[in-house]
């Protein structure tokens, strides 16, 4: 069984850039969510995707958005980068079963992006 | 004020030793209660999940939660230098299939051979 996989690995991009963060789900998961850990904190909520669509988001401005693809692999996308944009991105995958109960959230290694 | 505040440690033990760790929530709808681990360069790994007030045991882990007093703990018996790593303490307001997870800022623990 494959783990939830994250590229790339490391990106260093300058103010004002934009940036596309990828992941692929664990295998049967069909629910992506992605947070940011800025360095020395815990991760932040940032938006989940269910069948394609954002399913719930935190408090992060518009210029954060994502897809979910129909293989269930999603993509984080950032614009005009602010400083404060540098952080470890995870993204998790979990599987969304209709009569719910545990759903353990999967996380990737992260993607370490800088903004300079 | 934070939802979820965790002891920011750091925090080094001799290997053997019993370790502590602690945060406490604000949320009353917070329901369900996790504690995650990071290893370096690692995403985090879920390793205990509870949601409700009461002792839960996994081998050397015990998860405490008591949501009276919103406080929350994770005792490591016979401590290890594997376990040096990052704890998360987690907490969502559902365990059901579209539930985010709130995050303490983690505590950083080295067991030391």
């Known amino acids: 069984e494959t783990g939830v996989t994250q590229s790339p690995t490391h990106l260093i991009k300058t103010r004002g850039q934009q940036v596309t963060l990828r992941c692929s789900s664990q295998?049967?998961?069909?629910?992506v969510s992605w947070y940011q850990q800025a360095l020395g904190q815990g991760p932040q909520f940032i938006f989940q995707?269910?069948?394609?669509?954002?399913?719930g988001r935190g408090n992060f401005p518009p210029r954060f958005s994502g897809l979910q693809f129909p293989n269930y692999s999603s993509e984080l996308n950032v614009n005009a980068l602010e400083l404060d944009d540098s952080a470890l991105y995870l993204c998790a995958s979990s599987a969304t079963y209709r009569a719910g109960g545990d759903n353990e959230q999967f996380f990737g290694p992260g993607t370490r992006l800088t903004v300079l | 004020q934070k939802e979820v505040e965790q002891d920011p440690g750091p925090l080094s033990v001799p290997e053997g030793a019993i370790v502590s760790l602690n945060c406490t929530y604000s949320?009353?709808?917070?329901?369900?209660f996790m504690w995650y681990r990071q290893y370096s360069r690692k995403g985090p790994e879920l390793l205990m999940y509870?949601?409700?007030?009461g002792n839960k045991e996994d081998g050397r882990f015990t998860a405490q939660v008591d949501k009276s007093s919103k406080y929350i703990s994770l005792f490591i018996r016979d401590s290890q230098p594997s376990d040096s790593a990052t704890y998360l303490c987690v907490t969502s307001k559902s365990g059901g299939s579209n539930y985010k997870l709130t995050f303490g800022k983690g505590t950083l623990l080295t067991v030391n051979p």
């Open positions: 995707y269910y069948r394609e669509e954002e399913n």
């Open positions: 949320n009353s709808a917070f329901q369900y």
């Open positions: 295998s049967g998961h069909n629910t």
């Open positions: 509870t949601y409700s007030s």
